[in-house]
């Protein structure tokens, strides 16, 4: 079973709307982490925001939000206000158990449109 | 100076050299992994340290080698390349200070064409 799935491979969004990225996840572990990062066109991982299994309040880093569901096992990406510099590739990542490994989704590639 | 330095950025060689490539880090960060990427399958992990003497395999070590030569530096090795090992590879470091909530920081990664 895909530990984090991200069924959205292309995405469209208008400039200055809002946009939600998905991402489900699959552990049995009770303390795990999920980070999303964002990958543009010149090929860095950039580190956005993360949220962890036992915190209480969602995530959120400036125009960044993470929608956090436990039951459901999701945590979804909130862009508030897109912009242009938004278009990126966009993956969630889960870390958990002893050794804390980190497995990445397959991605979303967002496009912002003008 | 990038803080997870990653040589070379790109490298074109043939099916059957041996290539490595190197990875150094200015974090003091004991944790250090490498990936690597292909179109549609996301990053997927080929191997990892914790410290210079510990070494794991990740989902796709067939094929790799690596070397912990010091906590500042992980290599990455084909002992005798493939094309299918033609992708992007990514070094990545971690913290372990503040409990889980460490993001992995990445290289600027090594497009590697291996024809």
């Known amino acids: 079973a895909q530990k984090i799935t991200q069924t959205q491979p292309g995405m469209f969004v208008q400039e200055k709307e809002a946009v939600t990225l998905d991402c489900t996840y699959d552990?049995?572990?009770?303390?795990?982490?999920l980070f999303w990062y964002k990958q543009p066109s010149s090929g860095e991982m950039i580190f956005l925001i993360y949220?962890?299994?036992?915190?209480?309040q969602n995530a959120t880093e400036g125009r960044y939000s993470l929608n956090f569901q436990k039951a459901r096992k999701s945590a979804n990406l909130v862009i508030s206000a897109s912009q242009l510099g938004d278009s990126a590739m966009y993956f969630c990542?889960?870390?958990?158990?002893?050794?804390?490994?980190?497995?990445f989704g397959t991605g979303t590639k967002l496009q912002v449109i003008p | 100076d990038a803080d997870v330095t990653q040589t070379p950025r790109n490298r074109i060689t043939k099916t059957g050299k041996r290539i490595m490539l190197e990875c150094s880090q200015t974090?003091?960060?004991?944790?250090m992994y490498w990936y690597r990427q292909d179109p549609g399958l996301g990053l997927r992990l080929i191997y990892y340290?914790?410290?210079?003497?510990?070494?794991n395999k990740g989902e796709i070590s067939d094929g790799y080698s690596v070397s912990r030569q010091a906590q500042a530096k992980f290599s990455l090795s084909l002992e005798s390349a493939i094309p299918n090992q033609t992708a992007l590879y990514f070094c990545?470091?971690?913290?372990?200070?503040?409990?889980?909530?460490?993001?992995?920081?990445f290289g600027d990664g090594t497009r590697l064409s291996i024809l």
């Open positions: 949220q962890g299994s036992y915190d209480q």
């Open positions: 974090k003091g960060h004991d944790r």
């Open positions: 340290s914790f410290d210079v003497k510990d070494i």
């Open positions: 990542a889960m870390r958990e158990g002893y050794y804390q490994k980190v497995t």
């Open positions: 990545a470091t971690s913290g372990t200070t503040g409990g889980g909530n460490q993001p992995q920081h």
């Open positions: 552990t049995s572990d009770p303390s795990y982490g």
